[in-house]
Each structure stands twice: as C-alpha cells, then as structure tokens.
C-alpha cells in the first residue's frame, strides 16, 4: 500500500526559510516522478514543483521559480521541498503526492498534506 | 488556464456533468481528482478517460476541441466534493482548473 507522509510544516516568519519533508513507502520510490501540490485555505489546488526519479531533471511553478528548491534522497524514500524567502502568499497546504501511470504527469497517491503558515 | 464551472447542483441518481475548459485542451491528456473537506485530494481519471484501480465504473471522462468533461453517472451522495481538472502544460508545468463543487440535493 502506497504511503506518503509530509512533516516539517509550522507557523514561519516572512523572510525566513522551511524545509518540508516526504516519506514514501509501498512502492519503489525512485521509479517514479515526484510532485510537491499546495492549496491556500479556502482556495484551488496549485501545482509547485515536480521532480524525477533520478532526481535528474526539476520543474517549478513561476510564483515559487527561484525560492523554491525540490530534492529527494532515493536512500532514504524521502522527498524534499526546501522553501527560502517565504511570503505570506506561500502559505498553504502542502501535499506531496506520486506521479501517475499516465502518459502526462497525474498525481496518483498524495500525503495528508503539512500545513505551512507564514505570518509575522 | 482551465476554466471550471464554480458549481454544479444534482439529485442523486441523476447524471452530474463537469467541464474544463482551455485552448484546444483536446490535444492534451486530462486528469481529474475529487476532494472531499478535509481531506487530500484523490485520482479519479487519467489521461482523460482512465480509470484508476477502485474507482467506480459511474466516473467517465472526454476530452475533445476546447472542452473536456468528467460524467459521474447515477450520483450518490457520497460524490459531493470538489472535484479538480489537471493537465501538464506544453511549458511543462502542472496546470490545474479552478475546481467545481458538486453539491447533491
């Protein structure tokens, strides 16, 4: 059974940096593409960044292009979204979810989510 | 962009009809999730028409020219939710539609 689970999220100064954290399991993690997904409450899902399984290559939206940066560690199943210079816009939930078996990125399994707050 | 209805109203039983729109959406694949409150988003069609495993056969999706649209056949109340078109855009980023709430009366 596929499982994902975020951590790392909190209350967080403007200005100041974040590191969310996802741990995978019941798949093979590094066979498959990755993707962080935010919602701000009340709001739409937004699409952030997507890595792939190698780690090789990254995609960012342009509202977090340049302050946002996506990793994972296939040694350890874990899944990374490094957030630096955070605005109030950047709060939200944040899911990371599975690529899909699809033939353009769909987000088949997504985590619990690990809500971000950032607020003076 | 992908342009939802904000809302669609249905009675159980009946057909419930959400549509995406976008410039010539047809050439792209669609992929649609259902969020209930509270809860993480989940993968109801791929690639416009796939259905992922566990998903009921009620959920059918068509994507031609600048519509797409996901069908949810004999509605039950338990479908109520958010429900969101995605699609990976020719700049190869992550795209979705503004979401549509299905209420069932």
């Known amino acids: 059974e596929v499982h994902l689970l975020e951590s790392g999220g909190g209350l967080v100064q403007p200005g100041e940096s974040r590191r969310l954290s996802c741990t995978a399991s019941?798949?093979?993690?590094?066979?498959?593409?990755m993707t962080w997904v935010r919602q701000a409450p009340g709001q739409g899902l937004e699409w952030v960044s997507t890595?792939?399984?190698?780690?090789?290559?990254?995609y960012f939206a342009d509202p977090v292009q340049g302050r946002f940066n996506i990793s994972r560690d296939n040694s350890k199943n874990t899944l990374y979204l490094q957030m630096s210079s955070l605005k109030a816009e950047d709060t939200a939930m944040y899911y990371c979810?599975?690529?899909?078996?699809?033939?353009?990125?769909?987000?088949?399994?997504w985590g619990l989510g690990v809500l971000v707050t950032v607020s003076s | 962009v992908l342009t939802q209805p904000p809302s669609v109203s249905v009675a159980p039983g009946q057909t419930a009809t959400i549509s995406c729109g976008g410039s010539?959406?047809?050439?792209?694949?669609v992929h649609w999730y259902q969020q209930k409150p509270g809860q993480a988003p989940v993968l109801v069609l791929y690639?416009?028409?796939d259905r992922p495993s566990g998903i009921p056969e009620r959920f059918s999706g068509s994507n031609s020219g600048n519509t797409a649209t996901l069908t949810i056949s004999r509605v039950e109340a338990g479908d109520e939710a958010d429900y969101y078109c995605q699609v990976w855009d020719i700049t190869e980023e992550g795209v979705f539609g503004g979401g549509t709430k299905l209420t069932v009366l």
């Open positions: 019941g798949f093979i993690f590094s066979a498959y593409a």
């Open positions: 890595i792939t399984g190698s780690g090789g290559s990254t």
């Open positions: 010539n959406i047809g050439s792209e694949g």
């Open positions: 979810a599975k690529n899909g078996p699809s033939v353009t990125p769909s987000f088949d399994f």
């Open positions: 690639d416009d028409s």
